[in-house]
DNA sequence: CGAATTTGACCCGCGC
DNA sequence: GCGCGGGTCAAATTCG
């Protein structure tokens, strides 16, 4: 199934940034094979014809190998007690500028399209309207709703604890054994009442050292403040939850990187992501303003993906 | 004792 | 129709 994200990343990569270098970002390490689902996912991805490898590919292919400097893993102000065996390098954010980054992260989001209706929520439980044989549950979550697709936000980030903290409160609903991974997948619901994100989180097959994490839905709420400021920093919630009402997320936020000088990120919050999407963005994004650092997105940019795809679009 | 996790059963779409 | 794989439920168990 990542590879299903992963197909949807290149479909996007592929619109952002000139066609052959995406296939170049992907060729490198290419080859491995996961199992494929030919299914439903058909779009430039298919001219992939074969498969991927996974995430991993991806740190590879955009260059980001963890290396050296990474790191940071601590607290950006201060903060951070709860948290703390949380090792994990996500950006690194120097004072001036620039994210040095390091951490091998990699991030893609998808939106789903027409194609992937496949997945929307099968399930979920319902009403009683249904009362079928077994119990029950699953059905449809309530009313119909089909689904709204949902916006899917992955990345990898280079950790040694599966579940990074990224400052909501989520409950553990479900774990299960990858494909062709030793390590499992564990399904994660955010526990705020009405709150449907989900997120997925699994160590890289191929890169046990990484973690890819996939965010699913938009919070509707708040962080809880008991984890402001620490981990909630690092990454905002809208970062995570591309908001449906934001328009074409995936593309909006590549483009952005691609184009540093029309963001205003002057604010200096700390979080790269935050001003990526400007102002819009976010009912909570003032929660992260009390950051001193600066962020250089280009920077960051840089450090993501090789310079040389760094084109405008025409 | 309530909240969170564990974990096997169940559901569902898909390919054969 | 069956089996597979991914995803979810929910009862039991553990945690705080």
């Known amino acids: 199934m990542s590879e299903h994200e992963f197909r949807d990343f290149y479909y996007h990569a592929s619109t952002m940034f000139h066609n052959d270098h995406v296939d170049d970002m992907f060729r490198v390490s290419s080859s491995a094979s996961v199992d494929h689902h030919p299914s439903s996912y058909m779009s430039l991805t298919d001219c992939l014809h074969s498969s991927v490898d996974e995430y991993g590919s991806l740190e590879k292919a955009f260059g980001l190998s963890p290396s050296s400097s990474e790191v940071f893993s601590s607290p950006i102000e201060g903060l951070n007690q709860t948290t703390n065996q949380q090792s994990s390098e996500v950006m690194a954010i120097t004072p001036n500028s620039s994210i040095s980054s390091s951490s091998s992260e990699a991030a893609y989001c998808e939106e789903d399209s027409e194609k992937n209706n496949k997945d929307k929520q099968p399930k979920g439980p319902d009403d009683g309207s249904k009362e079928s044989p077994k119990k029950g549950m699953k059905g449809a979550k309530k009313k119909d709703e089909r689904k709204q697709k949902e916006p899917r936000f992955a990345f990898v980030t280079k950790s040694e604890v599966d ?55 938009q919070h509707n709420h708040p962080l809880p403040t008991t984890l402001r400021g620490n ?84």
């Open 163 to 217: 579940h990074l903290e990224d400052g909501y409160r989520w409950r553990k609903y479900g774990q299960k054994a990858v494909k062709n991974s030793p390590y499992p997948r564990s399904y994660y619901r955010c526990t705020t009442q009405k709150c449907t994100v989900k997120k997925r989180v699994e160590r890289s097959f191929q890169d046990p050292s990484t973690v890819i994490t996939t965010y699913e839905g």
């Open 231 to 314: 981990a909630a920093a690092l990454f905002p919630p809208s970062m995570f939850a591309p908001a449906t009402a934001r328009p074409s997320f995936p593309h909006e936020l590549f483009m952005q990187m691609a184009a540093p000088h029309q963001m205003n990120n002057q604010q200096g919050n700390g979080v790269a992501a935050a001003s990526m999407f400007g102002e819009n963005f976010s009912p909570y994004h003032h929660q992260y303003h009390h950051h001193h650092r600066q962020v250089s997105d280009y920077g960051l940019l840089q450090d993501m993906v090789p310079s040389r795809f760094l084109k405008h679009e025409p």
